[in-house]
């Protein structure tokens, strides 16, 4: 008995655009991509939203709120991270153990969910090397490569292919 689906970016599944359907929502707002076409079944919606690929995902879906009357905030807030005197200490503790206090610091995670087939999408891990490779050349920049316990094979061939730029982290 819901009375609107919003179907928040990014939507591009068929099954995303039919199950507010088969649930009798009578108003169904989403996205309509220009490259899925029919087969995304986005036509089953009441309204649609035209994605721009010039927007960050969030600004997407403040287009998406328009359809309601609802405008983007004048004023985002800010992300702050707050930390105590001790998880400042221990963390520049690390840094000095591992000769990182002067770096530019760029941290990379390689890996990515394995659900829905997203490990198929990964970009391979040479590429990183590459990337990594070609960022660190003449330049102080040193490499934070993270990931979960099932990626640590991941991380170690990351870390060893890139060499000293290189600082495996565990979580």
Same mark, same amino acid.
């Given at each position: 008995?819901?009375?609107l ?15 507010p359907?088969?649930?009798?929502? !009578? ?18 919606n009441?309204?649609l ?5 010039k927007?960050?995902?969030l ?13 983007? !905030?004048a ?11 001790s ?5 520049e ?30 970009? !391979? ?5 590459e ?27 990351v ?13």
């Amino acid at each position: 008995r819901f009375d609107l689906s919003l179907s928040f970016f990014p939507c591009n599944r068929a099954e995303y655009n039919l199950l507010p359907v088969l649930a009798g929502i !009578p108003r169904r707002i989403a996205f309509k991509y220009k490259h899925y076409g029919i087969r995304s079944f986005s036509f089953l919606n009441t309204e649609l939203v035209t994605v721009s690929n010039k927007l960050h995902d969030l600004e997407q879906n403040f287009r998406l709120l328009r359809a309601l009357g609802i405008e983007k !905030p004048a004023k985002m807030a800010v992300l702050s991270l707050n930390f105590t005197q001790s998880e400042t200490e221990k963390a520049e503790l690390w840094l000095t153990e591992r000769g990182l206090n002067d770096s530019v610091l760029i941290g990379l995670h390689p890996g990515s969910s394995a659900e829905h087939g997203m490990d198929k999408k990964r970009w !391979p891990a040479k590429k990183f090397v590459e990337l990594c490779l070609l960022l660190g050349k003449n330049s102080s920049h040193r490499f934070l490569i993270f990931g979960g316990r099932e990626e640590k094979q991941l991380k170690h061939e990351v870390t060893e292919a890139i060499g000293p730029l290189a600082v495996s982290v565990d979580t």
